[in-house]
């Protein structure tokens, strides 16, 4: 059925006004979310103008043959961390760098946060995160407003920030000590705000009480290495604070989304909520799909501290069941690119490592390598959780994360056969480490398209600097009243 609508409707649409072309992509196996069909592209003035097949398109001024491999949508990073910092350190990456690398791995926006600084409004963190990263990034992207603090006059900006574009919020129910914490009390009034403007809320979802319990504890015993991360970060620690936040929101009845899922209760927590008909929607990341908590065990453990931790293979296969049935709605990598010499400042003590782990350019590849070519998810699917869903969750849709006459040309060519072992090599912003260091990558993008230019090919940036823009959100009624992603 798509099949002859999309050859016989969207085809003949262009025809008019187009007599050159920007650049047709032919022999491409075009993924949808829905669907796979052999079809050729037509992309004039950074959009998409013609799907089907290239003999009836007008001349194109450059015209690029994929070759029978995957045409998919530009990857879209739900969470990363661009030069940020935290816990006494500052992430490598700047904008610039890090959206090469973004590019180079087959994503083509990226949502990035302001986080609200100490006795600033949160008006003023975005206001500088944009002054950071306008003019520099080499890839589109967009910000969550990360509020650290629920007193009036934060929350009284709430709707201006979903005016201007940022529709989405990200609070901590951690880091009580680091004073970034949203305490359940506030989570209320702020929640209602954002719900009553037509916003999405959002937690990291960790039990402030049971880590300090447990981190106090275990540091009294002298108990200080890398394992003790994942020990006094256990899963009900994380699935406690998932459920009381769905709890509020359900109360509310405002629409949640969770970051960076972990752990396999908190799948079935998400499960049975969209079961229900609850609008709730989570994340998980690369590293809880592919890394285990043994890693904490090795000499090099303290460089896999991330929170939550990593976890026991039982709730990595849960995760990738949540993939495919539907439950996770998308997948970031949560980059934080943290170098090993910033990873030593907790040698003495696993409290004192900076959280967070590298690898933005290596989210698609290993969602195809790990996902796809390992039979865990459809090629469908996969452009689901790495683009699609990404745009519908976040109100970038269908400009981005489409495949779609008129969406923008963000298209990334994937090639199956190509087989790899990671390394960081060619990183653009120069990482000493990668935590995915030797996996056998069976498949990876070999160019990444933004806005209809070529920006990445085999493995090395070819665009520019300054090219990416800040796109404006809004989140659709839809997902905001049922789980629609
Ligand atoms: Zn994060």
């Given at each position: ?5 999309k ?9 008019f ?5 920007d ?10 979310p829905?669907?796979t ?58 904008f610039?760098?890090?959206?090469m ?26 206001e ?23 007193n ?13 574009g ?7 129910m ?28 959002g ?16 540091i ?77 065990k ?39 690119a ?30 195809f ?6 039979g ?6 996969m ?43 060619d990183?653009?912003?120069?990482i000493?480490?990668t ?45 905001l009243?049922?789980?629609?992603a």
């Amino acid at each position: 059925m798509r099949a002859s609508l999309k050859l016989i409707i969207e085809f003949c649409h262009f025809w008019f006004g187009v007599v050159f072309m920007d650049l047709l992509i032919k022999n491409g196996k075009v993924v949808w979310p829905d669907v796979t069909l052999e079809a050729d592209l037509a992309i004039d003035a950074g959009k998409i103008i013609g799907i089907g097949s290239g003999d009836v398109f007008p001349k194109a001024d450059r015209v690029v043959d994929a070759g029978g491999n995957f045409v998919v949508p530009g990857g879209i990073d739900p969470h990363v961390h661009m030069h940020v910092g935290f816990m006494g350190a500052t992430t490598l990456d700047e904008f610039d760098t890090g959206t090469m690398a973004a590019a180079i791995g087959g994503t083509t926006t990226v949502i990035d946060f302001a986080f609200q600084a100490k006795g600033k409004l949160p008006m003023e963190s975005i206001e500088a995160r944009r002054k950071e990263a306008d003019g520099k990034v080499c890839i589109d992207y967009t910000l969550h407003s990360n509020l650290t603090e629920g007193n009036d006059a934060s929350i009284a900006q709430i709707p201006k920030i979903i005016e201007m574009g940022i529709p989405s919020f990200k609070f901590f129910m951690v880091y009580r000590k680091e004073e970034l914490m949203i305490d359940d009390g506030n989570l209320i009034p702020i929640m209602e705000e954002i719900k009553k403007h037509g916003g999405l809320a959002g937690c990291h979802t960790e039990n402030v009480s049971i880590i300090e319990f447990l981190q106090e504890q275990a540091i009294k015993k002298g108990n200080k290495s890398p394992i003790y991360h994942a020990l006094t970060r256990p899963p009900i620690n994380e699935a406690e604070a998932l459920n009381r936040a769905l709890y509020i929101s359900k109360y509310l009845d405002s629409a949640f989304y969770d970051y960076h899922l972990s752990v396999k209760e908190g799948v079935e927590l998400i499960r049975q909520a969209r079961k229900e008909g609850f609008p709730a929607y989570c994340e998980t990341t690369t590293h809880y799909l592919t890394l285990e908590e043994d890693m904490y065990k090795r000499p090099d453990g303290l460089n896999f501290i991330c929170s939550p931790p990593l976890r026991t293979r039982d709730h990595i296969e849960e995760l990738w069941r949540g993939l495919a049935d539907g439950t996770i709605s998308a997948v970031a990598s949560d980059q934080a690119a943290f170098t090993l010499e910033h990873k030593k400042m907790g040698k003495d003590s696993f409290n004192k490592v900076p959280n967070g782990l590298p690898g933005m350019e290596f989210r698609v590849p290993l969602m195809f390598s790990e996902g796809v070519q390992k039979g865990r998810i459809s090629v469908n699917r996969m452009a689901a959780v790495t683009s699609t869903n990404v745009a519908k969750i976040f109100g970038l849709y269908p400009k981005k994360g489409a495949i779609e006459i008129g969406s923008d040309a963000d298209l990334v060519i994937l090639d199956p056969k190509i087989k790899k072992k990671i390394t960081i090599d060619d990183c653009p912003y120069k990482i000493d480490w990668t935590p995915f260091e030797g996996i056998e990558l069976q498949g990876s993008p070999v160019m990444t398209i933004s806005k209809g230019k070529i920006i990445a090919e085999n493995g090395k940036f070819v665009g520019k600097t300054g090219e990416g823009e800040f796109v404006k959100g809004k989140i659709s009624e839809e997902i905001l009243k049922r789980p629609a992603a």
